[in-house]
Nanobody
């Protein structure tokens, strides 16, 4: 059974940090491209960060220099380290794994940045 389980969300003050994790099971994790998306209330879901199977990363302009995506294939896990968080980063964050036409999604984890 394929599962993506996210963790690490929560409430943090502006300027703070969080690390999101997405643990996959039931798949060969290392052959999937991994992405983090987010969706704020009233907004479309947007791509935040991508890491390829070769470890090449790409980021949305709004998070460059603040967020870091990484993966540990031995643990079947992708991470999103978020630093210098801003209120505009408030959203539900989703893990996504892609392999050709197959797309897998996590259940989402809430990140709230507020004082």
């Amino acid at each position: 059974q394929v599962q993506l389980v996210e963790s690490g969300g929560g409430l943090v003050q502006p300027g703070g940090s969080l690390r999101l994790s997405c643990a996959a099971s039931g798949i060969t994790f290392s052959i999937y491209i991994a992405n983090w998306y987010r969706q704020a209330p009233g907004r479309q879901r947007e791509l935040v960060a991508t890491i390829t199977t070769d470890g090449i990363t790409n980021y949305a302009d709004s998070v460059k220099g603040r967020f870091t995506i990484s993966r540990d294939n031995a643990k079947n896990t992708v991470y999103l380290q978020m630093n210098s968080l801003e209120p505009d980063d408030t959203a539900v964050y989703y893990c996504n794994l892609n392999l050709r036409s197959r797309a897998l999604w996590g259940q989402g984890t809430q990140v709230t940045v507020s004082s």
